[in-house]
């Protein structure tokens, strides 16, 4: 399989970025509309492995949104919750399990949308896939934010531009609208057609204005 990746992700910079956040949230906590997980080291690390994980799918040519690859979505939302420590995923058993089932209910939809988005920028593409996976019913059982921010660093570093990368500075923009999301429903007409049809076209603008060269 050819490979379609011109940039290397800057682990580094990614680590950096994150980690003016941890130390930031406190304040950028207090402008929320909704109380969140504090950025602890643990998450900040299974962040760091996903998007490391991202960079090797990219380098060996993955497409994860074919049937076959769509197993690295999934991959992705156990490394943001659990890591890869083959330990922790043991303990966390019963829940990876009802992860999956839910996921493959929920899976189909999105490959769908993205296989007619072909001819769409990545900002574009990126967006409606995070907006579909945070919105109910929700890819996931937990992390559909994370989960759904590496997605979009994946489409988005497959067409050549930057990852996404959470900062201190995107970090309210980011997290608001995304809670916003959460509670909108993708099989509700008038939330489908109207308010999550929005929040894509907000995130496409977002994202094409806050990535950062120096992550990649």
Not at 62 to 68: E, G, I, R, Y
Not at 86 to 102: C, D, F, K, S, W
Not at 112 to 140: I, N
Not at 190 to 205: H, V
């Amino acid at each position: 399989m050819g490979n379609f990746k011109e940039y290397r992700l800057n682990l580094e910079e990614i680590r950096a970025s994150l980690r003016g956040v941890q130390r930031d949230f406190a304040r950028i906590s207090e402008e929320m509309l909704m109380r969140r997980e504090p950025l602890d080291d643990r998450i900040i690390d299974n962040l760091l492995a996903g998007y490391a994980y991202v960079d090797q799918l990219l380098e060996d040519g993955v497409d994860m949104f074919s049937l076959k690859g769509s197993d690295h979505i999934l991959e992705l939302n156990h490394i943001v919750l659990c890591g890869v420590d083959a330990r922790v995923r043991l303990e966390y058993g019963p829940h990876i399990l009802e992860t999956r089932r839910r996921f493959s209910q929920g899976i189909g939809q999105i490959l769908d949308w993205y296989a007619g988005k072909k001819s769409k920028s990545a900002c574009k593409r990126a967006a409606g896939v995070y907006v579909l996976g945070v919105s109910q019913p929700q890819l996931f059982l937990e992390g559909n934010h994370r989960t759904g921010a590496l997605l979009a660093s994946y489409i988005l570093v497959k067409d050549g531009k930057p990852p996404f990368v959470l900062t201190r500075e995107n970090a309210l923009a980011y997290f608001n609208p995304s809670t916003l999301i959460k509670y909108k429903h993708k099989k509700k007409f008038l939330d489908m057609q109207y308010f999550l049809k929005k929040y894509m076209k907000y995130f496409a603008e977002f994202m094409d204005e806050t990535l950062d060269k120096k992550t990649a």
